[in-house]
């Protein structure tokens, strides 16, 4: 996706574009329109929440059926999701996924994905400029006396 050197993408770029991609997952392959989905990178790991993560008829079947079904239905769901999204993190990354946890909260309708990969993408992306001025060393020992 961000291949070329004079491309590298920023550490929220790469962020968003991962949001997008995963929206546009659920989108075609569930059908389903998710609220928000916020993914965060932290050295070698990759978080992923996605809201309103539950489709129509799970919402359906949560009010008229028993919880046990809907629990067993969206499990499968996420099977089949979390090695969909293996692949696309893989390719967005250029990195390999190690390992990947994840759970859906049917009462709060979240779904959640902590990925491990293979190494930090530090090496591949650019660095964002930082919002707040850092404190210099001489202002950090003026502050520990």
């Not at 968003?16 to 995963?22: A, D, E, K, V």
């Not at 993560?53 to 067993?72: A, F, H, M, N």
């Not at 990947?100 to 009462?107: F, R």
């Amino acid at each position: 996706m961000f291949q070329q050197d004079s491309q590298k993408p920023t550490r929220g770029q790469l962020e968003r574009s991962l949001s997008q991609c995963i929206q546009k997952l659920y989108r075609e392959h569930l059908g389903h329109a998710t609220g928000k989905v916020t993914c965060q990178l932290m050295e070698d790991k990759l978080t992923i929440v996605i809201e309103s993560s539950l489709t129509q008829p799970e919402q359906l079947l949560l009010e008229e059926s028993s919880l046990e079904k809907v629990e067993k239905i969206r499990a499968d769901l996420d099977t089949i999701i979390r090695k969909k999204l293996i692949g696309l993190v893989e390719e967005t990354m250029q990195l390999q996924v190690l390992d990947v946890m994840g759970d859906t909260t049917l009462k709060t309708e979240r779904t959640g994905f902590i990925i491990v990969l293979s190494d930090n993408p530090q090496h591949f992306m650019m660095r964002e400029k930082s919002a707040k001025p850092q404190k210099s060393e001489s202002w950090l020992k003026a502050d520990s006396e």
